[in-house]
């Protein structure tokens, strides 16, 4: 069975991209932690927020190391 090409093989991440990965493990990692059912109406949509501008973040720097996302 054939490997993927790997494009960022050899090609360290920016300190920008780092930071980035980074800000999403930590909010991540504080939605897992949160007790989710004890939040009012309004924490929980800024969690949900949150949590979703930073999977678009993710989708987008996956793009830029060159790996294509589907649907974008």
Request: no cysteine.
């Amino acid at each position: 069975m054939t490997e993927p090409a790997n494009p960022t093989q050899g090609r360290p991440l920016t300190p920008l991209q780092i930071s980035r990965v980074d800000f999403a493990q930590r909010d991540l990692e504080a939605a897992r932690a949160a007790e989710l059912a004890d939040l009012d109406p309004a924490e929980l949509i800024l969690v949900i927020e949150r949590l979703r501008g930073r999977l678009d973040d993710t989708l987008a720097l996956i793009s830029e190391l060159g790996y294509v996302v589907p649907n974008q």
